[in-house]
Nanobody
């Protein structure tokens, strides 16, 4: 019903930058919160940044001042600009969204995840 596809991960040196993108498709009626999570090896999945439909943002303390989340309401896309990358930012990054899905004549709210994109920060 809803598919989220991330892109933009890769290998970068400490201090470098990367931009992740997330594109949503499917039977979307309304996109609510969009967020980025990450999961490092042997660690749980954690929230990195979130943006509501009204553009209110939340950031993890570890990324404040370095990462910027953005979204395009009309295109159902989101992005994460990551600057000043550190080795501890190495993780699989996932796009997440709360979506009101069209189901026949009605709607249903779902929480969708992308497949993840690897970000590796290493010299």
């Amino acid at each position: 019903q809803v598919q989220l596809v991330e892109s933009g991960g890769g290998l970068v040196q400490p201090g470098g930058s990367l931009r992740l993108s997330c594109a949503a498709s499917g039977d979307i009626h309304t996109m609510y919160d969009m967020a980025w999570y990450r999961q490092a090896p042997q660690k749980g999945r954690e929230l990195v940044a979130k943006m509501t439909r009204d553009a209110a943002t939340t950031y993890a303390d570890a990324v404040k001042g370095r990462f910027i989340i953005s979204r395009d309401i009309n295109r159902n896309t989101a992005a994460l600009e990551m600057n000043g990358l550190r080795p501890e930012d190495t993780a699989v990054y996932y796009c997440n969204a709360d979506v009101l899905v069209q189901v026949g004549p009605g709607h249903r709210q779902v929480n969708a995840w992308g497949q993840g994109t690897q970000v590796t920060v290493s010299s």
